[in-house]
Each structure stands twice: as structure tokens, then as C-alpha cells.
């Protein structure tokens, strides 16, 4: 049964920091990068962040670099989403998702990702 599943979210005040955490069953971990997207009320479901599956390269959103950092733990099979300097335009649900190809695909838009989790909610206020 593929699982991936979110924890972390809550609610912060604005300048605050949050870390997300997927975790996922490991066969459908290894080998693949992973990312995290997020869906604001009323909006489409945007990329925030992804990492290759060695976790040598990470990619950003250009509206969250300098202050989220995407990381993984492979041995662990989990996916970390560390962010500072939170905003209320940060406000959404927080989704992690897998890459739907096996060493070489990075999940930077929604149809190349596969599975994802339940979604986390993140709530910052001013």
C-alpha cells in the first residue's frame, strides 16, 4: 500500500518558522525525487520545492527561496520542509509528492508527480 504522509502544520504568526515533514513507504522512496506543492483557499495548486533523489539538488519557487529549505532523510524515508520567515501569503495546504519517474524526473508541476499525500495545513497570521 503506497503512503505518504504529512505532519507538521499548524498555526505560526508572520516571521515565524514551521518544519513539514513526508514520510513515505519505502518502496516508493528510494530512487525517486520528491516535492512539496501548496494550495491557498480559492487558488491552484502551486510548486513550492523538490528534491533530487540524492538529495544533491533542491529547487525553489522563486516566492520561497532564501527562506524554505527542502531536505531528505533517505535511510528514514522522509522529506523535510524547513520555513522561516513565514508570511500570510504562505497560508495553504501543504502537499508532498513523489516524482512519477524513477532517477531522472523532478516533480516542479503537478502532472509529474504520482502520489501524494493528505495535505497539511499551514496558517500564518499577520
Known amino acids: 500500500h503506497v503512503q505518504l504522509v504529512e505532519a507538521g502544520g499548524g498555526l505560526v504568526q508572520a516571521g515565524g518558522s514551521l518544519r513539514l515533514s513526508c514520510a513515505a513507504s519505502?518502496?516508493?522512496?528510494?530512487?525517486?525525487?520528491m516535492g512539496w506543492f501548496r494550495q491557498g483557499p480559492g487558488e491552484e495548486r502551486e510548486f513550492v520545492a523538490a528534491?533530487?533523489?540524492?538529495?544533491?539538488?533542491?529547487y525553489y519557487a522563486e516566492s520561497v527561496k532564501g527562506r524554505f529549505t527542502i531536505s531528505r532523510d533517505n535511510a528514514k524515508n522522509t522529506v523535510y520542509l524547513q520555513m522561516n520567515s513565514l508570511k500570510p501569503e504562505d497560508t495553504a495546504v501543504y502537499y508532498c509528492?513523489?516524482?512519477?519517474?524513477?532517477?531522472?524526473?523532478?516533480?516542479?508541476?503537478?502532472?509529474?508527480?504520482?502520489?501524494w499525500g493528505q495535505g497539511t495545513q499551514v496558517t500564518v497570521s499577520s
Open positions: 519505502g518502496r516508493i522512496f528510494n530512487g525517486y525525487a
Open positions: 528534491i533530487k533523489w540524492s538529495g544533491s539538488s533542491t
Open positions: 509528492a513523489r516524482s512519477n519517474t524513477a532517477f531522472s524526473v523532478i516533480p516542479t508541476t503537478h502532472d509529474l508527480a504520482d502520489y
